[in-house]
C-alpha cells in the first residue's frame, strides 16, 4: 500500500507483523485527512464507522455511510474514502491479509472460499448498515477484536484468527448475493492507471503515457476516464498531487518549494494556486494551522 494517506496516520492500535499481517487503524475524517484517493492492495479492509458521516467507494459504487455502518474491501476492489460535505467521521480500518488463514497444504476452507475471494472469483457485498440482519454478527467481531488489539494479550494472534474466521462464517452462510458488479475490463484498465498514478505521481505523466497504459488512443482514453471517473485525467492527477502535497506539508520539514516538486509540480507559481483553489489557504497556511 503506497498512499501516503495510510502513513503516519493509523498508527494508534497498529501491530502487524510479517509473520501475522493484521492491523487495526483509528481514523479521523479531516482531522488525519480529508480523503484517501481512489487505489486498491491485495490485502482485505474492514471500515467500521464510528461516529458522523461520509463517502466510500468501492469499485466506483458509492455508499453514504455513517456511525454503525460496515463496509468491507476484498482484496484487489478499487475503493476511496473521502469526507461528505462539511461533515466529520471516526472510523475503524482493519486491513489483513487473509492469506494468513491459509493453512500450509490447503483445505476445505481455503479451496471453497477463502483462495476464489483472493482471486477475485468470489464476491461479497461491500455495505452493511445496523440494519442489516448480519450486521450483529459482523460488528460482534469487530468489537472482539477491538478488545483483543488495546492490550495484545499472550496468544492474542490465537484470539485474532478465531474472529476472523467467525467473521468469513458469517458472510459466507449468509448466502446473500452481491449487488451486480461494473464492467471486470474497464474496472481492470482503471486500477492499473490509477495504481500508476499512485506509483509516479511525482513525475510527468502526459495523456499518452497514461493511455499507453490501457491500450487506447488519447481521445478514447480521455472519455473513457471522465465517463468513468466524472473528471478529466489531468484534473485527478493534479488533485492526486495536491493530496499527496497536503500530507507532506503535515508529515515532514521540507520546503513549500521541495514539496511542490516532489509532488509533481514543476512551477511553484502554478502549484500555489491549485493549493489555495482546492484548500481554500496557501501551503504556508495549511501547515501552520493544522501544526497547531
Known amino acids: ?50 461516529k458522523g458521516r461520509g463517502r466510500i467507494t468501492v469499485d466506483l459504487m458509492p455508499f453514504l455511510v455513517r456511525g454503525g455502518d460496515i463496509v468491507i474491501v476484498p482484496p484487489g476492489q478499487l475503493h476511496s474514502i473521502e469526507q461528505f460535505e462539511d461533515c466529520s467521521m471516526e472510523y475503524e480500518n482493519i486491513i489483513f491479509q487473509p492469506a494468513m488463514l491459509i493453512p500450509a497444504q490447503n483445505d476445505a476452507c481455503s479451496e471453497q472460499f477463502l483462495l476464489p475471494l483472493m482471486q477475485g472469483q468470489l464476491l461479497l ?28 494479550p499472550n496468544g492474542y494472534q490465537l484470539a485474532i484468527k478465531g474472529q476472523l474466521f467467525s467473521f468469513f462464517y458469517a458472510l459466507f452462510s449468509s448466502g446473500d448475493a452481491p449487488p451486480p458488479r461494473r464492467n471486470n475490463k474497464s474496472l481492470d484498465r482503471l486500477k492499473e492507471i490509477l495504481k500508476y498514478v499512485e506509483i509516479r505521481y511525482c513525475e510527468k505523466i502526459s495523456i499518452s503515457d497514461a493511455a499507453k ?14 465517463n468513468n471517473m466524472g473528471i478529466s485525467f489531468t484534473d485527478y492527477l493534479n488533485e492526486y498531487r495536491l493530496t499527496m502535497a497536503a500530507r507532506m506539508l503535515l508529515s515532514s520539514s521540507d520546503s513549500i518549494a521541495a514539496i511542490a516538486g516532489e509532488t509533481g509540480f514543476d512551477n511553484l507559481s502554478y502549484f500555489n494556486r491549485r493549493f489555495k483553489k482546492k484548500y481554500h489557504c496557501t501551503p504556508s497556511e495549511f501547515r501552520n494551522r493544522n501544526l497547531v
Open 125 to 152: 457485498p461491500n455495505y452493511f448498515s445496523p440494519d442489516s440482519p448480519l450486521h450483529p454478527a459482523l460488528s460482534s467481531c469487530l468489537g472482539a477484536m477491538d478488545e483483543i488489539c488495546k492490550t495484545f
Open 213 to 226: 497504459i490501457c491500450g487506447f488512443s488519447e481521445s478514447h482514453f480521455m472519455k473513457f476516464f471522465r
Open 1 to 50: 500500500m503506497n498512499i501516503l494517506e495510510y502513513e503516519n496516520t493509523q498508527e494508534l492500535k497498529s501491530h502487524g507483523q510479517d509473520s501475522f499481517p493484521f492491523n487495526i487503524y483509528l481514523c479521523s475524517i479531516p482531522l488525519d485527512f480529508s480523503v484517501v484517493p481512489f487505489h486498491w492492495h491485495n490485502d482485505m479492509e474492514v471500515i467500521y464507522i464510528k
